[in-house]
């Protein structure tokens, strides 16, 4: 019997993910080859040593109330690796000044007026409290960016203090791009489900219990996980892009950029979307239409190394409200967030929003610059870095606009069933979502072979 070859496109943390399924799925006989152009396996999580320490530059943490990653560390050996924070909080930059992050808000919307009391004027305040008792006008079903819907029922400095300042660190978008069903899922079902107003769907909303900690990380950082992938699934790092896929016999042909045609039996393509469209082109053109419309944004990501003792805050970080002074749009005090590992204090600050150059343009001298005054605008303390590195995500966050869920479903229909699609544009741009969505591709393709 021939072996059964497996293609996976691209080598984050979906198609590690992708790679490491199939292996427990198809055996250990089977070749499977994943391609990767980058200087290293992981994609957008990337582990750094800065100031002595281990450092994320990509994506640092995760969401443990989903059950995703915890699951797969554990799976792996690994739980022993995952750390919490430290219990301290963040707050958020909004009219010069720092004020606590919103208790009992889903992704930034409010559940009551008591909550964003100090954030927005008086006015606001009356306006939300009047909000129960004003009629709701809601489509069961609809998609409308979730800053119309807030700034209809609770105004524009609700969006700009407390909705966008949350969808700025996970999109780098804004309350104007991301649909509602994005934002706010929860919500969004609440309404469909006869909520008579922004607030009663809000309440209806919020999570059983929000005790315990939200967000989760790794000892050692993201590389750990990835190094475990790449063990445990045995694949073949082919160090080149593909460029061309075509069907081929049983199977399909894929020709990469240095010309090379290589075989197999299924692939899984993971992909950024921009990505995705030529490779889909020949294929399925529907799908590879859909995927060139889903805009992304970039961001860049400067991260310090302080000396111990800097006066920084016990606080978690900052998050920035739409419209201020400042050039970064969240700053992270990740010694604070996760515990002290050596003797520097680490930091890092985010750059760029959808629509702008900002990480694309700005020269890593001036992120370093802009870096040194913002934090001396949020903390009044003149930082002095004994180190710095800056690593720009190009076109790396897709932007969940109003109606992103039957685009995303028009791009798996047609897919034929030994080719199949994951990444951060799908089912949700946290790592937990492209663990999920991975798995549910390598299961996908590997049947069909399977059976044969
Ligand atoms: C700055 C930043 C911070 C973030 N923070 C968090 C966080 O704290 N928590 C969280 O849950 N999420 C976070 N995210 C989101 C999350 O990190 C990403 O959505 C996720 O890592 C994407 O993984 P992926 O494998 O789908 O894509 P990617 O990581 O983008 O990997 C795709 C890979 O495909 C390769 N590739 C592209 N074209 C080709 C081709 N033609 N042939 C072969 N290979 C190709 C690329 O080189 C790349 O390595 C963050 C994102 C960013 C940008």
Redesign the pocket.
């Known amino acids: 019997m021939t072996r059964q070859r497996y293609c996976v ?8 993910v992708a790679a490491y399924r199939l292996r427990m799925l198809v055996g250990e006989d089977a070749d499977i080859t994943l ?4 200087d290293r ?5 990337r582990t750094e040593r800065l100031g002595g320490q281990s450092m ?8 443990v109330r989903r059950p995703e990653v915890p699951a797969l560390l554990a799976e792996l050996g690994l739980a022993g690796r995952q750390i919490s924070t430290t219990g301290v909080r963040p707050t958020i930059f909004s009219q010069g000044r720092m004020h606590p992050l919103p208790a009992d808000t889903v992704n930034g919307i409010p559940t009551s007026a008591a909550s964003v009391t100090g954030l927005v004027d008086d006015a606001t305040i009356a306006q939300m409290a009047a909000e129960p008792n004003r009629p709701l006008r809601w489509q069961p079903g609809a998609d409308p960016a979730v800053g119309a819907v807030v700034t209809d029922r609770f105004g524009g400095q609700v969006v700009a203090r407390s909705v966008d300042p949350m969808l700025s660190g ?1 999109y ?1 978008g804004s309350a104007a791009t991301i649909g509602i069903r994005s934002a706010a899922p929860t919500v969004a079902a609440a309404l469909d489900a006869g909520a008579p107003s922004l607030t009663d769907a809000g309440r209806r909303a919020l999570p059983g219990s929000t005790q315990g900690p939200v ?1 989760g990380a790794i000892e050692g950082g993201y590389q750990v996980l990835l190094d475990e992938l790449v063990a445990r699934s045995r694949l073949r790092w082919i160090p ?4 061309h896929l075509a069907p081929d016999a049983d199977g399909w042909n894929l020709r ?1 950029d240095e010309g090379q045609h290589w075989y197999a039996d299924a692939v899984v393509i ?3 979307a921009p ?1 995705l469209a ?2 889909l082109a020949d294929v399925a053109p529907t799908a590879a239409a859909t995927a060139a419309r889903i805009p992304v944004a970039s ?1 860049a ?1 400067l991260a310090l190394a302080v000396p111990g003792g800097t006066p920084l805050p016990q606080q978690s970080g900052v998050l920035v409200a739409s419209g201020e002074r400042l050039h970064a749009k969240a700053i992270t005090l990740s010694t604070r967030k996760w515990g002290a590992r050596g003797n520097a204090e680490l930091l890092r600050l ?1 750059f760029g929003r959808f629509g702008d150059q900002v990480a694309r343009n700005t020269s890593d001298a001036d992120l370093q610059a802009w870096a040194v005054e913002d934090l001396q605008s949020v903390f009044g303390t003149k930082v002095e870095p004994l180190d710095f590195l800056v690593h720009r ?1 190009l076109d ?2 897709p932007q969940y606009g109003p109606g992103h869920r039957e685009l995303t479903a028009g791009l798996r229909t047609g897919l034929p069933p030994t080719l199949a699609i ?4 799908l089912d949700g ?4 979502a ?1 663990v999920a969505v ?1 798995g549910r591709a390598a299961e996908h393709v590997a049947k069909p072979t399977i059976r044969r």
């Open positions: 496109v691209g080598g984050g943390i979906s198609g590690l391609f990767d152009p980058a396996l992981g994609g957008i999580l994320d530059v990509g994506a640092e943490a995760f969401v996970v780098a967000f080149t892009s593909v460029t990469d993971a992909v950024p990505r030529p490779l961001a990501v985010s995500w790396a966050m994951a990444g951060n544009y741009i946290g790592v937990p492209c991975a």
